[in-house]
């Protein structure tokens, strides 16, 4: 019960989920991930700072102006970004389905 009480307040402290994706704490994340499966929708808080996450730095591959000139390296850059998600959703998340989602 303590877990689900406080999931959305771990998920959201200064360094939560948003600072873990941001910092590549992959480890971290994994280990929240296990202790969050084991309550029923609390993960869905982890999901939701994800979603924003990856339009934020997606947004930002697409508007930088390097990219924007030279099309191989704006390539280069989503495939790069993609690759790195999915192997965070692969290690940390065992490709949860709904995390798979959040990502499309």
């Keep these: ?25 992959d480890e971290q994340l994994k280990t929240m991930y296990g202790v969050f499966t084991r309550v029923p929708g609390t993960t869905d808080h982890m999901i939701h700072l994800m979603e924003p996450y990856i339009k934020t730095v997606g947004q930002a591959i697409v508007t930088n102006e390097d990219n924007v000139k030279d099309p191989l390296k704006f390539t280069e850059a989503l495939l790069v970004f993609k ?11 065992d490709n949860d389905l709904s995390f798979q989602k959040a990502r499309d």
């Design 1 to 25: 019960m303590a877990i689900r009480q406080q999931a959305k307040r771990l998920t959201e402290m200064n360094t939560g989920c948003t600072f873990m994706f941001e910092n590549d704490k």
């Design 83 to 93: 690759k790195k998600m999915d192997d965070l959703i692969s290690f940390a998340f």
